[in-house]
Nanobody
Framework: QVQLVESGGGLVQPGGSLRLSCGAT??????????MGWYRQAPGKQREQVAL???????NYADSVKGRFTISRDNAKNTVYLQMNSLKPEDTAVYYC?????????????WGQGTQVTVSS
């Protein structure tokens, strides 16, 4: 079992920045082989992927956040980060961390509890 705990959310004005963190505990031996993603869900909308970083360090982003958000990971700390700059009101959502890994044919898929990000003046 893996537990994911997000932190760093809050209220920020448009144009501001936040840094989200997601720490993994438990059976963390799979962290280094896991793809880590940040997702978000706004009220009345479906959950969408915001950014992904593979276990090899390759990253990709949703078009809506390209150039503003940066995903990174520290395997030594079992932590993934999402640096969010130039925030817009439409970035308001609950942000979730996801870990997905395969080992010996078994899929491991875990979610954090979410952290609220509100962008408002």
């Amino acid at each position: 079992q893996v537990q994911l705990v997000e932190s760093g959310g809050g209220l920020v004005q448009p144009g501001g920045s936040l840094r989200l963190s997601c720490g993994a505990t438990g059976s963390i031996s799979i962290f280094s082989i896991a793809d880590m993603g940040w997702y978000r869900q706004a009220p009345g909308k479906q959950r969408e992927q915001v950014a992904l970083i593979t276990y090899t360090g390759r990253s990709n982003y949703a078009d809506s956040v390209k150039g503003r958000f940066t995903i990174s990971r520290d395997n030594a700390k079992n932590t993934v980060y999402l640096q969010m700059n130039s925030l817009k009101p439409e970035d308001t959502a609950v942000y979730y961390c996801n870990l997905e890994a395969r080992r010996r044919g078994v899929l491991y898929d875990y979610w954090g509890q979410g952290t609220q990000v509100t962008v408002s003046s």
